[in-house]
């Protein structure tokens, strides 16, 4: 079965590498929803900008998103409330549904034809347990709609038969439809994309001065930069700096399957449960039947081995709620968690700016960084920067345990560098298998392709050097440290490495 996402079935626009060294008022990094969002509104704004991407567009995070529009965040409501006040907590929310409504106006006013949906959105009782969450969910739909947001409690929510809170009014869409129609209009008028274009250095003359970026062998000089790369590149700032952003993230793998259901009578909706990890549904009208979309059983990347088994429990679990269910996709990806469970957007060095820390909620939270990000760079007042600025202090009792959190990188870099390997021979390693061996006594992260062919690799990561794992579902390299991650020939998929594991000669 396919490990590609249900969306990447559809063709997106191509556009070139870049060829030639240019100038515009911005350049974005990393042609995501939150780089191609910022990069429209940009435009739209009248400045002039250039998208890079490292490989095509929208096909890493992005690609592998469900797509849930929702101002309903991973953070409950009364956590919500009690970690930041009720104020904060009712502008978290708010400004999702302006994110949301925004995408809807884009929908509307380019006649992008992406299956944008008005839905309602279910959060109900965990598929796992039995405990009685009545109450706790009463409670929690009582708070919301004294903070204004159209909520109700229900005994039993559809489908799922669970307790639950019904939140009028969220949305889907086909994420790489929407992008694939915005992206078409950002080139021209000084305006560009290019694919296949890697940034590899940046340069900032002073404070004032233009900033430098070589890509491709060439130049783009620009006024301003904005780092889309869901765990950010170091860029202009110092390297002290982007460590200490560093230490505020957490990148989770979460996994999606992707199902039939024929003659499915079910009503469109989002569903996401109480568990932790939580389970996520979509449920869409496809021709005659409806389409599933189910996901969950998150864990921080690089740090579980069952990768490949996730997905039989993940359809075990929908068969649950929807015994007709006919599985015929799956993929994972990464979903970046934050010290305190809400985004990091905004202003991290002069004219550098970072999205990131979107937690379960990427695409909405991706679209009010480019909202947040063209009033920063156009000087227009956003009600919102100081909320989500990557400088706010740390509120008293939020989510984050910083000793536990960044112990894991002295944890993992002694006992993964302490480790036997799996084996001392490449006769032990099957097609589309990698393993960590030890070759002439040399630790090597060996990769056997579908044809036979070996490609060997230095296993230490290449930001802080752990030792990186072999993801199965992904046939990727994962480090358990801070979750970057590797292709199987070395290149990177996701940082924070920025370089790629460098080869190793056969012998
Ligand atoms: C399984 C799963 C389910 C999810 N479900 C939801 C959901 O229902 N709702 C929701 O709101 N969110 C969801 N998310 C989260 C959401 O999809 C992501 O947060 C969001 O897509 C991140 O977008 P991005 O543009 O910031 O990053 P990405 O999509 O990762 O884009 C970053 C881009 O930067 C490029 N890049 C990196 N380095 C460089 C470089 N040096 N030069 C050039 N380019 C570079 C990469 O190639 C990549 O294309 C889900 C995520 C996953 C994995
Ligand atoms: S050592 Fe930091 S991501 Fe690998």
Request: charged share 25%.
């Amino acid at each position: 079965m396919p490990t590609v996402s249900h969306w990447k079935k559809i063709r997106l626009p191509r556009f070139t590498p870049m060829n030639r060294s240019l100038e515009v008022d911005v350049l974005v990094v990393g042609g995501g929803m939150t780089g191609i969002s910022v990069a429209y509104l940009l435009k739209k704004a009248g400045r002039t900008v250039a998208v890079i991407e490292r490989d095509r567009l929208a096909q890493v995070d992005t690609g592998s998103t469900t797509a849930h529009l929702t101002y309903v965040t991973d953070l409950r409501i009364h956590q919500l409330v009690k970690s930041f006040g009720r104020d904060r907590a009712r502008a978290v929310w708010n400004a999702g549904v302006t994110a949301i409504d925004q995408i809807e106006r884009i929908v509307r006013n380019e006649k992008i034809a992406c299956d944008f949906k008005r839905i309602p959105g279910f959060l109900h009782a965990s598929l796992d347990g039995e405990k009685d969450e009545r109450r706790e969910l009463q409670r929690d739909a009582e708070l919301a709609i004294e903070l204004g947001f159209a909520a109700e409690f229900m005994a039993e929510a559809p489908i799922v038969r669970r307790p639950a809170i019904r939140f009028k009014n969220q949305a889907r869409f086909h994420p790489l439809k929407y992008l694939a129609g915005i992206a078409t209009r950002i080139p021209g008028r000084g305006s560009h994309i290019f694919e296949r274009t890697e940034a590899k250095k940046f340069e900032a003359a002073g404070k004032q001065g233009a900033i430098r970026v070589h890509a491709n062998g060439r130049v783009i000089t620009c006024g301003a930069v904005v780092i889309a790369t869901d765990v950010p590149l170091t860029g202009i700032s110092s390297v002290p700096a982007a460590a200490a952003l560093q230490t505020k993230l957490a990148p989770y793998t979460s996994y999606a399957i992707g199902a039939r259901i024929k003659n499915g009578r079910a009503p469109e909706a989002l569903f996401w449960d109480t568990s932790s990890p939580y389970y996520y549904l979509r449920v869409d009208a496809e021709g005659k039947g409806q389409y599933a979309v189910f996901g969950g059983l998150d864990h921080k990347t690089g740090q579980a081995k069952d990768t490949i088994q996730r997905f039989g429990a993940l359809e075990k679990k929908l068969r649950q709620v929807l015994p007709d269910a006919m599985v015929d996709r799956r993929w994972s990806g990464q979903v970046i968690e934050s010290h305190d469970g809400l985004p990091l957007i905004g202003e991290t060095t002069a004219r550098q700016f970072v999205a990131t820390g979107y937690s379960g909620n990427g695409i909405t939270f991706g679209t009010l960084a480019a909202m947040l990000i063209r009033d920063a760079i156009v000087g227009r007042r956003n009600r919102w920067s100081k909320l989500f600025a990557p400088q706010r202090k740390q509120v008293h009792g939020g989510v984050w345990n910083y000793l536990s959190e960044n112990l894991e990188y002295p944890y993992y870099m002694l006992k993964d560098r302490m480790a036997a390997g799996e084996g001392k021979s490449l006769r032990s390693l099957r097609r589309n298998q990698g393993k960590i061996l030890k070759l002439n006594g040399a630790r090597v992260a060996a990769y056997r392709d579908a044809r036979g062919r070996t490609t060997l690799l230095q296993p230490e990561c290449t930001h802080l050097g752990c030792v990186v794992q072999w993801n199965e579902a992904e046939t990727s390299w994962d480090c358990p440290c801070h979750g970057s991650r590797f292709g199987c020939t070395g290149k990177v998929i996701a940082g924070p490495a920025e370089t790629p594991l460098k080869r190793v000669k056969k012998k």
